[in-house]
Structure formats: structure tokens, C-alpha cells
């Protein structure tokens, strides 16, 4: 069974850089043919998906956020992580990391319970 | 890149046939019949109902059905039950020359 761990700080100053990883356990992160994925969701809000990392290491981002997301996977520690620079109260948001399947449209059938990350000076 | 359109509220009792709409464009729903639609309890993170626009993951009650036509895809679920209260969102492949995935705004579901 695949498991999903976010961590990272849960307090961010505005103007710096969000940075959070994700640890996956149960499987290897280098094996079969996935989309590792970060979403986020504010309080009381919907969904925004940030992007995502292919096992290849090739990845995508949402068009909005992409000129301050950065995606990296660390495959002997078995971890991705997610950077978000440039941070506003905007921002302030539970992050989730998931996996993806190659096919069907990428659904993301694994998640991570969230972590909360507020931007506040 | 513009959220996909959901109701905000529907709701239904015991038993009974609800339909969510997620209304997008010709260039994710409309393109790809790649949608997935996501549960999502308070407190809880989402949880994989349904993908490829109709397909159900290992697990997932046959009460939970998807369809799609045109730039509208659709979430049916019947013999509603209380656990069935949550919120709900779509998501949709998008763009083949900047590959990237679009939700939709949410809707919650209340049994009455």
C-alpha cells in the first residue's frame, strides 16, 4: 500500500520561499510509470493543482503558478518536494501531495493527508 | 487557465439520484474524455471516485457512475446514503503542448 507523508515548515513570511517534500513509502518512487503531483486547496476553497514530476523527471506545471514553482524528486531518499517562491498571504493553503497514474487522464490515486502552510510575517 | 464549472450546492435524500455537472471547454473536457471526479470529507483529503470519465477505481461502489457529453462531464450517484455527504470535484486533462490539469471549483453534496 502506497503512503504519502508531507512535511515542511507550517509558517512561511511573505516574499520568501515555500518549501515542502514528500516522502512516499510502500513503493519506489523511481519504479513503474508515475506522475508524483502536488495540489493545494485554501481554507474553505476548492482545489488548484500546481504540478507535477514524471519518473522520467520531466515536468508540468499550472500555467498560473508556474514562473515560482519549482518540482525536484530525490529518488535515494524516495522523496519529492515542491518550491514556491516569491510567497503572498494568497498562497496560505493545506498542500497535498499525490501520485498519478500515466493513463486515464492522470488520476491521482494516492494522497498525502495535507499539511497546512500560513504565510504571515 | 479557468476553473471547470460545478454547482456549488446539490442535494438529495436517502435513496434517492443525484447528478453533478462540470462544465468545461473544447480544449479539456470537450477534447479528452479524461475526466476524474474526487470525494472529499472535512478534514480529509480528496479520495478517487471516478476516472477516464466513466471508469471506477478497486473499491469505489457501483452507486458512483460518470458520463460526459460535449464540454459537460457528469457524476451520478444513485441509492444515495448518508456517508454519501461530501464535497465533490472534477478534474480534466488539459493543453497537449503545456500538458496540465484543471479542477473544478467543488460542490457540495447534502443528504437531507
Known amino acids: 500500500q502506497v503512503q504519502l507523508q508531507e512535511s515542511g515548515p507550517g509558517l512561511v513570511k511573505p516574499s520568501q520561499t515555500l518549501s515542502l517534500t514528500c516522502t512516499v513509502s510502500?513503493?519506489?518512487?523511481?519504479?513503474?510509470?508515475?506522475?508524483w503531483s502536488w495540489i493545494r486547496q485554501p481554507a474553505g476553497k476548492g482545489l488548484e493543482w500546481i504540478g507535477r514530476?514524471?519518473?522520467?523527471?520531466?515536468?508540468n506545471y499550472n500555467p498560473s503558478l508556474k514562473s515560482r514553482v519549482t518540482i525536484s524528486v530525490d529518488t535515494s531518499k524516495n522523496q519529492f518536494s515542491l518550491k514556491l517562491s516569491s510567497v503572498t498571504a494568497a498562497d496560505t493553503a493545506v498542500y497535498y501531495c499525490?501520485?498519478?497514474?500515466?493513463?486515464?487522464?492522470?488520476?491521482?490515486?494516492?494522497w498525502g493527508q495535507g499539511t497546512l502552510v500560513t504565510v504571515s510575517s | 487557465q479557468s476553473a471547470l464549472t460545478q454547482p456549488a450546492s446539490v442535494s438529495g435524500s436517502p435513496g434517492q439520484s443525484i447528478t453533478i455537472s462540470c462544465t468545461g471547454t473544447?480544449?479539456?473536457?470537450?477534447?479528452?474524455?479524461?475526466v476524474s471526479w474526487y470525494q472529499q470529507h472535512p478534514g480529509k483529503a480528496p479520495k478517487l471516485m471516478i476516472y477516464?470519465?466513466?471508469k471506477r477505481p478497486s473499491g469505489v461502489s457501483n452507486r458512483f457512475s460518470g458520463s460526459k457529453s460535449g464540454n459537460t462531464a457528469s457524476l451520478t450517484i444513485s441509492g444515495l446514503q448518508a456517508e454519501d455527504e461530501a464535497d465533490y470535484y472534477c478534474?480534466?486533462?488539459?493543453?497537449?503542448?503545456?500538458?496540465?490539469?484543471?479542477f473544478g471549483g467543488g460542490t457540495k453534496l447534502t443528504v437531507l
Open positions: 473544447s480544449s479539456d473536457v470537450g477534447s479528452y474524455n479524461l
Open positions: 477516464e470519465g466513466s
Open positions: 499525490a501520485r498519478a497514474l500515466n493513463y486515464g487522464g492522470n488520476p491521482l490515486d494516492y
Open positions: 478534474c480534466s486533462y488539459a493543453g497537449s503542448s503545456t500538458p496540465h490539469v484543471v
Open positions: 514530476i514524471y519518473t522520467s523527471g520531466s515536468t
Open positions: 510502500g513503493g519506489s518512487i523511481s519504479s513503474g510509470s508515475y506522475y
